[in-house]
């Protein structure tokens, strides 16, 4: 099992770009999830799915959509970059979401917008 | 007030040492909870659940007091290994997907 994998690893955009972050997963998981992670900060949810076809937002979902078309992909795309969105991009999956299950996360994208 | 507060940290301890790491929640609802250890430029992993009864995990244990909302782990006889980041999370009820994360706390234990 690759496990959660993300690409690209790094991105450099300028303000105004759109780009969509990979995210894909090998475990059958139903529930995936994508956070940012900002110094200071912690991690704050951005968007999440409980199955294919089902999307929901989260914490912070301004300037970010997603679908989720099939179980092992679950891609997030920013529409119009902004410097505020220069973070480290973490996307997670989990079985079924429910409490106590172990989320998983992939190695993550660092993103700059400048 | 943020919903999940660590230690700020950082903690720099010896080899050998105790180290213990508290975090409090204000959601009364918060249901379940987890530390999840995070190293330099990687991804969160988990490290423990947290249990109304407590629970021990070889040199780790965490401990969780509803009534004071308050989580605590603990790690004895620190290693150069356990240098990281370490991670409080809760989940609430009623949000069964949505994981709550505090900043977290930065241990570096030196030789």
């Known amino acids: 099992n690759a496990g959660v994998t993300q690409t690209p690893k790094f991105q450099v955009l300028k303000t105004g770009q759109s780009m969509t972050l990979q995210c894909a997963q090998d475990?059958?998981?139903?529930?995936m999830s994508w956070y940012r992670q900002d110094p200071g900060m912690g991690l704050r949810l951005i968007h999440y799915?409980?199955?294919?076809?089902?999307?929901d937002q989260g914490e912070v979902p301004n300037g970010y959509n997603v679908s989720r078309s099939t179980t092992e992909d679950f891609p997030l795309r920013l529409l119009s970059a902004a410097p505020s969105q220069t973070s480290v991009y973490f996307c997670?999956?989990?079985?079924?979401?429910?409490?106590?299950?172990?989320?998983?996360f992939g190695p993550g994208t660092r993103l700059l917008v400048l | 007030r943020k919903e999940v507060e660590q230690d700020p940290g950082p903690f720099n301890v010896p080899e050998g040492a105790t180290v213990a790491f508290n975090c409090t929640y204000s959601?009364?609802?918060?249901?379940?909870f987890f530390w999840y250890r995070q190293d330099c430029r990687k991804e969160p992993k988990l490290l423990m659940s947290?249990?109304?009864s407590g629970n021990e995990d070889g040199r780790f244990t965490a401990q969780l007091n509803r009534a004071s909302q308050y989580i605590s782990l603990l790690i004895r006889d620190s290693k150069l290994s356990d240098s990281a980041t370490y991670l409080c999370?809760?989940?609430?009820?009623?949000?069964?997907?949505?994981?709550?994360f505090g900043k977290g706390t930065l241990l570096t234990v030196n030789p």
């Open positions: 475990m059958n998981h139903e529930y």
């Open positions: 997670a999956s989990s079985y079924s979401g429910m409490a106590g299950e172990t989320q998983y």
């Open positions: 947290v249990y109304s």
């Open positions: 799915s409980v199955g294919a076809g089902i999307t």
């Open positions: 959601n009364s609802a918060s249901q379940s």
């Open positions: 999370v809760a989940r609430t009820r009623g949000s069964n997907y949505k994981l709550t």
